[in-house]
């Protein structure tokens, strides 16, 4: 039987791995049970330490990336770790090119953290006595850490997803990857958090260290994930 | 005029050897026999020539009109079907195929998977998970999305694995449309399923 032909590009290949992945998810609640409940669990933790102790702008800002990051740690993996416990990233292999299923995977991994933060956050905000004294940059600190926390994550976990010891070991090599990413995104929610004056330029800083970031870790995500995957 | 080309292929895991210096040489037309005993190093053999796996030693070089394709290019003519393949377990029949095929950059619409369905009689079946379907129909529509960009290279372990009679049949039908359009390279302990291929490799010998 002769197949029709045609052709897909890169975006319509990269829509397909999300959509079959969201599909999936939805379905299996693979990554999303385990993020979700790292994350309420953590927030319920931290809310009963220090819910009525008033605290410094920093350390709400430490304690909330504390909280998304080690979430993303139970969850974010799952991406890659899942084709290979399934046995279908063979099949995956043989007909998809590398880096549709990339950008595919780290679209999924973006609004799995998305979903991750559109719970935690108004949670944090009530469970403790932090004040918000500017809300855009915070969100503007929350999209850029959230795209280069996924950018990273999702070339960690193709990297790990054949090793036996996934869960430490995604841990360990994201560690010191995220540091720097961590150290601006704190810095930034930090003065979000605080009342600065002309927040924007007062956290520049750190909002280039979260875009240059972004855009490092991507594009070097992209050249190498080839190599990564396939090798 | 397409062709795959082996020389001396050798694989190693760790002290013990899994091939030891197999050669040959297919065209367009051809069809070959990978047999031998259990851990013989047929499904190696198979893995390393869909990409899966590295030789220790040696090359295969798909070419067309003489010209070697690289990697991209031979994935998009290859197709291999094996036991350790699996499709998704929480997407329908049709769901794989449209992913799949999106995957290949093949557009296909409703008449070619009913089509396709239909010819690997699993008819009516298409919006049921691939998780709940029985091996011999995984099997089956594991056939449909190895058929989907018309492979030049059909690789097949185990080819008529968990199949009934009337799956046999069909799949016998495959091979003789593949022999005619392109290379056949299917390895198998089932004796009477050597005749099939003009050609066979004894592994393990």
């Known amino acids: 039987m002769a197949s029709p032909k045609s052709s897909y590009g890169l975006a319509a290949k990269s829509l397909a791995v999300l959509r079959k992945d969201i599909l999936s998810e939805y379905r299996t609640r693979y990554a999303i049970n385990a993020i979700l409940l790292f994350g309420v669990t953590t927030l319920t933790v931290v809310s009963f330490a220090v819910g009525q102790i008033g605290l410094p702008a920093d350390v709400y ?61 108004p949670l944090y905000f009530v469970m403790t006595d932090v004040v918000l004294h500017n809300a855009a940059l915070f969100f503007t600190v929350l999209i850029l850490g959230s795209i280069g926390l ?74 190498l994930f080839e190599f990564v995957w396939e090798e | ?24 040489s297919l065209h367009t037309g051809d ?39 690289d ?36 557009a296909i619409d409703d008449g070619w998977i009913e089509a396709m369905l239909s010819m690997l009689q699993l008819a009516g079946r298409g919006d049921d998970f691939y998780g709940a379907y029985s091996s011999g129909m995984k099997q089956r529509l594991k056939y449909a999305v190895a058929l989907l960009n018309d492979p030049v290279y059909l690789l097949l372990d185990e080819p008529t694995a968990n199949l009934d009679d009337e799956g046999k049949k069909i799949i016998g039908e495959i091979i003789a449309r593949q022999k005619q359009n392109g290379i056949l390279i299917a390895a198998t302990n089932e004796t009477g399923e050597y005749g099939f291929a003009e050609k066979l490799i004894r592994l393990g010998s």
């Open chain 1, 61 to 121: 800002a430490a304690l909330f990336w504390i909280i998304i990051f080690f979430s993303a740690m139970s969850g974010l993996a799952q991406v890659f770790v899942k084709e290979e416990e399934s046995k279908t990233a063979i099949i995956l292999k043989l007909t998809a090119d590398p880096t549709p299923v990339y950008w595919g995977k780290l679209i999924f991994n973006f609004l799995l953290l998305t979903l991750l933060e559109v719970i935690i956050t």
């Open chain 2, 31 to 69: 069809s070959l026999a990978v047999v031998g005993r259990n851990g013989s190093g047929k499904t190696t053999l198979l893995r390393i020539l869909a990409g899966l796996a590295a030789p220790s030693r040696g090359t295969v070089a798909y070419m067309d009109n003489g010209r070697t394709l």
């Open chain 2, 71 to 106: 990697r991209a290019e031979v994935r998009h003519r290859l197709a291999y079907v094996g036991p350790e393949l699996t499709l998704y377990d929480s997407l329908t029949a049709v769901e794989n195929l449209r992913f799949f095929a999106t995957m290949r950059g093949i």
């Open chain 2, 1 to 24: 005029m397409h062709q795959i080309d082996v020389q001396k292929l050798s694989k190693r895991f760790g002290a013990r050897k899994a091939l030891e210096e197999v050669s040959f």
């Open chain 1, 150 to 223: 996924a950018g990273a994550t999702t070339l960690i976990a193709a990297i790990i997803s054949r090793a036996s010891i996934k869960g430490a070991l995604f841990a360990v090599l994201s560690f010191p990857i995220l540091l720097p990413l961590l150290i601006g995104a704190i810095g930034g929610t930090k003065k979000a958090l605080g009342p600065v004056e002309a927040p924007f330029a007062a956290a520049s800083s750190e909002l280039q260290l979260l875009v240059s970031y972004a855009v490092v870790m991507i594009t070097a995500s992209v050249l």
